[in-house]
Every structure is written in structure tokens, then in C-alpha cells.
């Protein structure tokens, strides 16, 4: 073989590995989805090439300054030692202003309020929503494990629901709305339900919005784990991992929990609370059968108990503590791993009496909210973004 005809070889190899993936026929612009995709493998690729050349972690050229403009004036500052950027509307008050305390995704190991995304979406919901916006960080795996980045996104949700913090952002506490993506949707939904038995902190959230979240760590055997296993913006083995990391960077513990063998007997009684052929939907269940958990051994829950902790799981929460949660609004999407996790807590939360609105995006992968903005660009993530705007717009 010449080395042309080698050099044609491998150059299509690779642009088949980095850029080709098989995709749902309804994908929009299935293209732009490969191109973002392999974006996203060749900065893993890299990342850690590039920071031992010293460099930082390569998805730091996403971060943007805190730049106000005409509309709004953003501010990165602490709450409670907690980095957080704040978008403020800088047309003139008429009464106290809606909030949003939004927390990013990025499986607890990536993300920053300061990426360009999510910078631009504080922007849009401060704008459209005339709504004070707290974009909060936490620290990450794999330096810093669970419970930290709960810890973290608690003490600063509390430091802004004090009523020195309300009133200095003019801030109506009868209309504030807890939100969150992804790993952020996790941290969401478990400071929500922590504020509940917070006898300190007395303002009562208003909605809680959970945009594609993960929700549990004990079965990743669910249809939508088996559907979606290698579908872009986020495969089973990625989502595996950073729950893994989450916890440990014991390969022992991610190993078991690809082989769904990482839960001890002792603690079976749980899966009632995450068994999808109760909670799912009769059409997500079709062609799938209920597979009985195969336990393993107590030595990894005994060394990381946190994946069995509620905080970690808000999906574990007992009925009696669902019951006191605010009107809740759910994302999830056809082609996305988590699908099935914010399906059965709409399940959960329904008959536990609370008011649920589920937004399914039956066109959507993990992450579409994202995808909107100027890096980006999809007309489905600029439809979503429209939709989900105008919900809280009408109900926060």
C-alpha cells in the first residue's frame, strides 16, 4: 500500500471515529450533532495532553468574562465562599423582582456559571424573565467527591435566601425558582428537598425546575440506558463515569456499576423507588423487560455509601418527603440516558400529590437546552429555550 493510499486510510478512520455516529432518523441537523460530538471527544482526547503541557484544562476557552451590556448587569462575587455570577436587569423597578438560582451541568466533574452557554442563558433568563439570576458553582471531581458539591450548592442557595441577600438583590421571596441541568438537575432537586427539613431557612421556593436530570445511582439498566447506550451528547459509559467519580476514583466502584452489580442486598428494599416497570409510562417500557438486580458486595457501599444517600439520589426520597415540594417542572429527552430517571420522579411526585408539568422533547439529545446558544446554534435548542422561557415566564 502507498503512502498516500495509507494516509487517505487513516485520515478516514479517524474522521470516522471522531465525527461519525449513528443517529435517530427525527435528529434535526444530524450533522451539526456529529461535528459538536466530536468536539467533545477530541477535547477528551486532548485535555489531559494539554494540561500537562501546562496550559489549564482545555475547556477553560469557554469561559467569558463578566461583561455587562445595555440590558444586564452581570457580577461574579462569593455567596457564603461560594463563586457564583449574578445577572441583574438594569431596566428600572416597578416591584421586587422573580429569581432564578440556576445550577450548571457537566456531571459534577466539568462546567463553570462562567461558560459561554451558560453565561448567555443567564442572560436570557434575566432579560426575558426580568428575573434576578444566581448562576452557582461548586467544586469538582475528580479532586473533590460527594458530598461536597451538594455542600457547596447548599450553603450557597442558603447564603441567597437570606433576607439580607433577598432585599439587597430586590428580590421577591414568594417567586423564587430553583433550576438546574444534568448533574445540576441532580443538585436541583436534592437542595430542594434538604430546604424542607431546614428549620433556619424560612423563605418557601416557589417552582423547582430540573432540566434533563440524574436522579439515581443504583440501576443504569433502564430503557433509556439501554436506547441511548451510544447516543450523543452523553453515553451510558460517560454517565456511568461521572457518577463513579462522583463518589470515588476507585475503578473497582465504576466497574461494578457498568456491570449494574454495585448495590449490596442490604439495600434492595431500595429499588422500589426506582423500579421503571412501575413508574415509567406504558410507551417507554415497550420491548423491554424488568431485569431483577443482581446485587453485589457490601465492601463498596461499606467505602462509598454516597450513592445510596438521598442527596446523591433524590429519586431514594421516602413519599412523606416528596409530599412538600413545590410545583415542579421536568425536561427530559427521547435520546438521552437520564430520560428515564426524570420520567419515574414525575411518576413519584404525581402520586405523591405534587403538581408536575413534564416537557418531553421528543426530537431531543442530552443537553439540548444548550445548544441554542451562539457556539451552537440549533434550531432545536433555540425552540426549547423559547418554550421552557415562556413557562416560567407564565408560572414563576
Known amino acids: 500500500m502507498g503512502k498516500k493510499s495509507l494516509f487517505l486510510l487513516i485520515s478516514c478512520v479517524l474522521l470516522a471515529y471522531f465525527v461519525y455516529v449513528p443517529l435517530p432518523d427525527n435528529i434535526d441537523q444530524p450533522w451539526k ?7 467533545m471527544k477530541v477535547q ?56 432564578v438560582f440556576y445550577i450548571h451541568g457537566g456531571g459534577w466533574a466539568m462546567g463553570d456559571a462562567a461558560w459561554k452557554p451558560y453565561d448567555e442563558l443567564g442572560r436570557q433568563m434575566a ?13 469538582l471531581s475528580p479532586q473533590y467527591h460527594f458530598p461536597t458539591q451538594f455542600e457547596d450548592v447548599y450553603d450557597a442557595l442558603r447564603w441567597f435566601l437570606r433576607k439580607k441577600t ?32 431546614d428549620p433556619e431557612v424560612k423563605v418557601k421556593i416557589k417552582i423547582q425546575s430540573l432540566i434533563y436530570p440524574a436522579l439515581q445511582a443504583l440501576d443504569f439498566d433502564l430503557p433509556s440506558y439501554r436506547e441511548n447506550a451510544h447516543y450523543p451528547l452523553l453515553r451510558k459509559s460517560d454517565m456511568v463515569g461521572f457518577w463513579s467519580m462522583y463518589f470515588s476514583t476507585d475503578k473497582a466502584l465504576k466497574e461494578a456499576m457498568l456491570a449494574n452489580q454495585h ?25 423491554h423487560l424488568y431485569t431483577n438486580p443482581i446485587h453485589g458486595h457490601s465492601d463498596l457501599a461499606k467505602k462509598y455509601p454516597g450513592f445510596l444517600d438521598v442527596r446523591s439520589s433524590p429519586l431514594l ?27 419515574m420522579y414525575v411518576s413519584r411526585l404525581r402520586a405523591a400529590g405534587v ?6 422533547v421528543e426530537d431531543g439529545v442530552h443537553g439540548v437546552l444548550s445548544l441554542y446558544n451562539s457556539l451552537m446554534n440549533f434550531k432545536v435548542g433555540h425552540r426549547v429555550l423559547n418554550k421552557y422561557l415562556k413557562w416560567l415566564e407564565e408560572n414563576l
Open 127 to 139: 432579560d426575558k424573565l426580568n428575573a434576578v439570576v444566581i448562576s452557582t458553582n461548586y467544586r
Open 355 to 360: 403538581q408536575v408539568v413534564n416537557e418531553h
Open 44 to 99: 477528551m482526547h486532548l485535555s489531559g495532553l494539554v494540561e500537562t503541557l501546562g496550559y489549564g484544562p482545555l475547556l477553560n476557552l469557554l469561559e467569558v468574562p463578566p461583561a455587562s451590556d445595555a440590558n444586564i448587569l452581570v457580577t461574579d462575587t462569593l455567596f457564603n465562599n461560594v463563586p457564583v455570577r449574578v445577572f441583574e436587569p438594569k431596566q428600572k423597578l416597578s416591584a421586587m423582582r422573580r429569581a
Open 263 to 287: 448495590t449490596p442486598v442490604e439495600s434492595s428494599h431500595l429499588f422500589k423507588f426506582v423500579n421503571w416497570s412501575s413508574l415509567l409510562p406504558e410507551r417507554f417500557k415497550k420491548g
Open 317 to 343: 426520597a421516602d413519599d412523606s418527603k416528596l409530599r412538600g415540594l413545590p410545583l415542579t417542572h421536568i425536561l427530559t429527552c427521547q435520546y438521552d440516558v437520564l430520560r428515564d430517571d426524570g420520567l
Open 33 to 39: 450533532v456529529m461535528m459538536t460530538w466530536a468536539f
Open 166 to 197: 433577598l432585599a439587597e438583590y430586590s428580590v421577591d421571596p414568594t417567586r423564587i425558582c430553583i433550576a438546574g441541568d444534568s448533574a445540576g438537575g441532580n443538585l436541583a432537586a436534592a437542595v430542594t428537598q434538604k430546604l424542607l427539613d
